[in-house]
């Protein structure tokens, strides 16, 4: 017999009443404090195919055996930083349980800031490059950021904070350039601990290792084994605690990124694979709103189209979530002066955005109109939210824009009762 998308998500709610209600949009404590909120705008939007893919989705995870439900976060510099994903990691492991960090990198080795829950450290120099830096000639691919180094000697570690959930890690896979000149890697852990390669997992350009127990801190080698190594390019590291049936929330952010610099990455797709996403949010347009006049729309509906396409098709047949940017502000000189005014190209951006969802039957958040629409930035700038730019929010800002996505994610299963 074939289930429906209500009996599905019925389904669901019987078993997940509890921590669904924890995060129903009716906090009206939230909405007092922040009546800019436009309540009528936290849900998904989606048509009936969008509906029945997501419903299918989670239903078939529920009844099989999967190694983790991966949410994978992509996005810009509202993402990079983490704050944005933190309600919608809580959401997920509150209902599957934690399975991880998911995606890490070494983001201060790298000289940038990096979601919390873990830091990095080297005493060495590394080479940093962004996927949006196309002069300096290095590969990106799962991150968008990448660190290299020609010194065999060289290494990074990564603390798992000790308060967080995140420190139980039991795998790690390091993403790196093509075996046969990269240097190959020793990977310990806490009290010295030797994370033995996993022979069974093949890849050109990933090394999987596994630790006896679990660990908090990590430790990466290079190791010279051959003359043909000349060098270390690592583009991302994916950890797990090897729990089945939970959930990861990975984070993937880059300052300054649009869907362009995502899609010119050398392995991004191919990487992105590799951690097999179940639900892919794509939480981008603020950059491109910045090129005003010389944004191409409809090149712009083309890389989105093209990104999702790519997406949708990998192994792991992810669900897709589009996200529009928040209504940020774009400075202005007045007489000797620097004002900030509502930047109008981004309701560009959000409507292609918004459009682009619609044609692939993908579901969509307007965290755009969410947040309170057009001049929305000015308010939240008002009550000391915003940075002085007024193009990013602050930590309980961005936690409040998270905590009304996952909301939302909640919302689509609460109301097919």
């Not at 078993?15 to 909405?31: M, R």
């Not at 491109?288 to 990998?314: G, H, P, W």
């Amino acid at each position: 017999m074939q289930l429906n998308g209500f009996t599905i998500l019925m389904t669901l709610i019987l078993c997940y009443s509890n921590v669904l209600s924890q995060f129903k949009p009716n906090d009206t404590a939230l909405y007092a404090a922040y009546p800019i909120i436009n309540q009528q705008a936290v849900k998904l939007i989606g048509d009936s195919i969008a509906f029945q893919e997501f419903a299918s989705k989670l239903h078939s995870f529920t009844t099989a055996n999967h190694a983790a439900f991966h949410v994978l976060h992509i996005g810009d510099s509202h993402v990079q930083a983490g704050f944005f994903t933190e309600p919608i990691r809580e959401l997920f492991s509150s209902i599957y349980g934690y399975g991880g960090p998911g995606v890490v990198f070494p983001y201060q080795v790298a000289k940038t800031n990096g979601p919390p829950g873990f830091s990095s450290s080297s005493d060495y120099t590394w080479t940093a490059k962004r996927n949006v830096k196309y002069n300096i000639p290095l590969p990106t691919g799962l991150c968008g950021h990448t660190i290299y180094s020609t010194n065999p000697s060289a290494s990074f570690n990564i603390r798992f904070n000790e308060d967080s959930s995140y420190n139980r890690i039991r795998n790690l896979t390091i993403f790196h350039s093509n075996r046969d000149t990269n240097f190959n890697y020793i990977v310990t852990g806490d009290d010295s601990i030797i994370a033995h390669m996993d022979s069974s997992f093949q890849d050109i350009r990933a090394t999987r290792f596994i630790f006896g127990k679990d660990v908090s801190r990590i430790r990466v080698s290079n190791n010279k084994t051959d003359s043909k190594q000349v060098s270390s390019t690592i583009t991302g590291m994916y950890c797990n605690n090897g729990n089945s049936n939970t959930a990861i929330t990975s984070v993937i952010g880059v300052n300054g990124a649009r869907y362009n610099d995502y899609m010119s990455s050398d392995w991004f797709i191919e990487q992105v694979s590799l951690v097999a996403p179940q639900l892919i949010i794509l939480s981008l347009g603020t950059n491109e709103s910045f090129e005003y006049n010389k944004l191409n729309l409809t090149q712009f509906a083309s890389t989105i189209d093209s990104m999702v396409s790519r997406l949708k098709n990998l192994p792991s047949m992810p669900i897709i979530l589009l996200t529009t940017p928040p209504a940020v502000c774009r400075s202005k000189r007045v007489s000797k002066r620097i004002i900030y005014i509502p930047n109008t190209y981004t309701a560009l951006v959000r409507q292609v955005i918004l459009d682009q969802a619609a044609k692939n039957h993908l579901l969509s958040f307007d965290l755009y109109e969410a947040m309170g629409g057009e001049k929305s930035m000015k308010w939240w700038a008002l009550k000391r939210m915003t940075d002085k730019r007024q193009i990013h929010f602050t930590k309980p800002a961005y936690r409040i824009s998270g905590s009304l996505l996952a909301s939302a994610l909640a919302r689509l299963m609460e109301n097919q009762k």
